[in-house]
């Protein structure tokens, strides 16, 4: 998926896990819920992972939209491998996110 030009503004180059600098992330395909399921995985409490992709997808605070959605996270390599089949990539204005689809 292309990630440009909602990459600036939303992302502050840290990892949204462990919020240490990273320059990578993935994108997670499905219901929102299913990004928010992924972020409880990686340690992301319930309440912040909702605020986490309320913002990646420029919702209003604490809401997300129903149906497929596809929300791209900053998340370093190290939180990521908590995730099963979780793959990163290189977040670059333009560039691609690796797609998680839910699984589960
Ligand atoms: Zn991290």
Do not use: N
């Given at each position: 998926m292309t990630i440009a030009p909602g990459l600036k503004g939303t992302?502050?180059?840290?990892?949204?896990?462990?919020?240490?600098?990273?320059d990578t992330g993935f994108a997670v395909k499905g219901e929102a819920e299913a990004a928010i399921a992924a972020l409880l995985v990686m340690g992301v409490p319930e309440d912040q992972g909702v605020a986490v992709v309320s913002r990646a997808l420029g919702c209003g605070a604490g809401t997300v939209p129903e149906g497929e959605v596809t929300v791209p996270l900053q998340v370093c390599s190290g939180c990521a491998?908590?995730?099963?089949?979780a793959q990163v990539g290189l977040v670059l204005p333009g560039g691609e996110l690796p797609v998680y689809a839910q699984r589960w």
């Amino acid at each position: 998926m292309t990630i440009a030009p909602g990459l600036k503004g939303t992302f502050d180059g840290t990892c949204i896990v462990c919020f240490q600098p990273t320059d990578t992330g993935f994108a997670v395909k499905g219901e929102a819920e299913a990004a928010i399921a992924a972020l409880l995985v990686m340690g992301v409490p319930e309440d912040q992972g909702v605020a986490v992709v309320s913002r990646a997808l420029g919702c209003g605070a604490g809401t997300v939209p129903e149906g497929e959605v596809t929300v791209p996270l900053q998340v370093c390599s190290g939180c990521a491998a908590k995730l099963p089949h979780a793959q990163v990539g290189l977040v670059l204005p333009g560039g691609e996110l690796p797609v998680y689809a839910q699984r589960w």
